[in-house]
C-alpha cells in the first residue's frame, strides 16, 4: 500500500503532522486486522491467503474486486441523478416484510410467519454485521431498508433487494443472504460449502462429462423446456425434483437428488431462474466446471463480471428456452480443452474472487459507504415532544439476534414501544 502525500495547500508542518499520526494510526488498525498487509511488495488478493480476511481495506477491496461494486456505482449515479434519498423513502410503516436497520440497531421488521423469511432476514443481519465489525475504518451511519423477498411489489422506494430487473433502477442489489447461510436441506453455511466442494473437487478432465441439473420445474416455464431439451439425451443428467417444504423432496425422482458440492462433480451445471433470480447460481459458481447460463432478466452483483466469449470467458450463454442447448453440449464435448478454460477462469473470477466471504464483507462496506453518500444521517435519537431528551430509536443486533423471532419479529414495533415508555420515564 502506498500513501499518496497531500497536495501542495496542506504543505503546512501542523498540518503533516496531524496526517503522518493519522496515517501511523490507520497503518497500526491494518497490521492488526490484516495478514496480508504487505510492507514490501505491492499487495495482491491471494485467495489460498485471503478468501476469509474479512478486514480487507477499502483500497484492497477496490484492487481485488474489480467489477464487482458495478451495481452499487450504478445505484448511486441513478440516485444522483434524481436528488438525496428521503426520510420517508426509508420508512416501511406501511409494508409488509420488510426489515430496516441504522448501524445495525432494527428499527423496525415485518416478517411474515415460516422459516423462509426468518432465516433469510437473520443471514442478512448477520453478514451485515460481521462487515460492520470487522471493518478497518468506522463505516458512516446511515439509514436503509432491505427486503428478503425474491420479488417485490413495484415501487418507487430505494429499497435493497435481492435482485432488480433492468427497469427497476431504484433499487439497490445487496449481497446475497446464501453468502451467511441457507437451511440446511437446501444449502447450509456458504463457507462450510465452500469447504466442502474443496474435499469433493477433481481435476476437470476426471469429471463426469454431462451437464446436471436438478430443480422444481414447477417455478419457470423454461425449466421444463429444458427438462425435454435433455429427457434422453446422453449429455446430460438432468431430473425433475419437487419439494415437499423446505426441508424435503417428494416426488417420482426424490431419490436423484445431489448436493451442490455434489453438482462440482460434472463437468458442466446449469444456471436457471426460478420465480425470480438464481440463488443456486452463486453456489454453482464455486464449482470448477462450466456454468451454463441461459439469458437472464433478474440481475444480481456478479453478473457484472460475467464474461461470455474470448480468452476470459467464464460461462457459457444460451438462450431463455433452452433450443440451442444440445449445440452447444455437442461443441463443448468436442473440445474439452476450451470447455476447461472456461472453467478455469470462472474459478478465478468466481470462487477465488468475486465470491469469497472476503469480497462480499467488501460489498457490503462498499454498499453501506456509498448509500451514506446519498441518503439523510441515521437519527439515533427520536425528539420526544415537548421535552429535551430524547428517546433511543430500535433494538440493537445483539438483542435482537438472541430474541424468539417467530414471535418477536411480529411484536417488535409493539415491543419498542413499551421500551421507549419505560426509556421516557
Ligand atoms: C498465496 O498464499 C499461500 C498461503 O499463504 C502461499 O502458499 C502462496 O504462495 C501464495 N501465492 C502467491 C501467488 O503469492
Request: aromatic share 12%.
Amino acid at each position: 500500500m502506498t500513501f499518496s502525500l497531500p497536495t501542495s495547500k496542506f504543505w503546512n508542518p501542523r498540518v503533516l503532522i496531524v496526517i503522518f499520526v493519522l496515517n501511523a494510526f490507520i497503518y497500526t488498525i491494518l497490521l492488526f486486522h490484516s495478514r496480508t498487509f504487505d510492507f514490501v511488495g505491492k499487495w495482491a488478493f491471494n485467495s489460498t491467503r485471503d478468501s476469509k480476511n474479512f478486514g480487507l481495506s477499502e483500497e484492497q477491496c477496490t484492487t481485488a474486486f474489480r467489477g464487482l461494486f458495478t451495481e452499487i456505482e450504478r445505484a448511486v449515479r441513478y440516485r444522483k441523478t434524481i436528488g438525496q434519498v428521503r426520510v420517508e423513502e426509508i420508512d416501511i410503516s406501511s409494508e409488509k416484510d420488510v426489515a430496516t436497520g441504522g448501524m445495525l440497531y432494527i428499527i423496525e421488521a415485518h416478517i411474515s410467519l415460516g422459516d423462509h423469511p426468518r432465516m433469510r432476514a437473520l443471514a442478512t443481519l448477520n453478514a451485515i454485521h460481521r462487515a460492520l465489525l470487522t471493518s478497518p475504518v468506522p463505516i458512516p451511519n446511515s439509514e436503509f431498508s432491505f427486503s428478503v423477498n425474491d420479488i417485490l411489489a413495484p415501487s418507487p422506494r430505494p429499497i435493497w433487494a435481492l435482485t432488480r430487473l433492468a427497469t427497476e433502477p431504484e433499487k439497490w442489489v445487496m449481497s446475497d443472504f446464501g453468502y451467511w447461510a441457507w437451511s440446511r436441506a437446501l444449502m447450509g453455511g456458504y463457507e462450510e460449502m465452500r469447504a466442502q466442494i474443496a474435499e469433493l473437487e477433481k481435476p476437470f478432465e476426471e469429471k463426469i462429462p454431462k451437464v446436471v441439473w436438478r430443480g422444481d420445474r414447477k417455478n419457470n416455464v423454461n425449466r421444463v423446456k429444458l427438462i425435454a431439451e435433455a429427457e434422453g439425451k446422453e449429455w446430460a443428467d438432468v431430473r425433475d425434483i419437487q419439494w415437499r417444504d423446505a426441508r424435503h423432496v417428494t416426488g417420482y425422482d426424490a431419490d436423484s437428488t445431489i448436493t451442490v458440492p455434489e453438482h462440482c462433480l460434472y463437468q458442466f451445471v446449469i444456471q436457471t431462474e426460478g420465480w425470480s433470480y438464481s440463488g443456486r447460481g452463486k453456489y454453482l459458481q464455486n464449482c470448477n466446471s462450466v456454468v451454463i447460463i441461459p439469458k437472464r432478466i433478474w440481475i444480481e452483483p456478479q453478473h457484472a463480471l460475467i464474461v461470455s466469449s474470448g480468452p476470459l470467458q467464464n460461462f457459457v450463454e444460451i438462450e431463455e428456452d433452452y433450443s440451442d442447448l444440445e449445440t452447444v453440449m455437442e461443441e463443448l464435448l468436442a473440445n474439452p480443452e476450451k470447455a476447461k478454460m472456461i472453467a478455469q477462469n470462472g474459478v478465478d473470477a468466481f470462487r477465488d474472487r468475486a465470491l469469497t466471504p472476503a469480497a462480499q464483507a467488501c460489498y457490503w462496506r462498499k454498499m453501506l459507504v456509498a448509500w451514506a453518500e446519498v441518503s439523510p444521517k441515521a437519527e439515533r435519537w427520536e425528539h420526544v415532544e415537548g421535552g429535551r431528551i430524547g428517546k433511543r430509536r430500535g433494538v440493537d443486533f445483539e438483542t435482537y439476534i438472541v430474541e424468539d423471532h417467530d414471535g418477536l419479529f411480529y411484536n417488535l414495533p409493539i415491543r419498542h414501544e413499551a421500551m421507549q415508555k419505560l426509556q421516557s420515564r
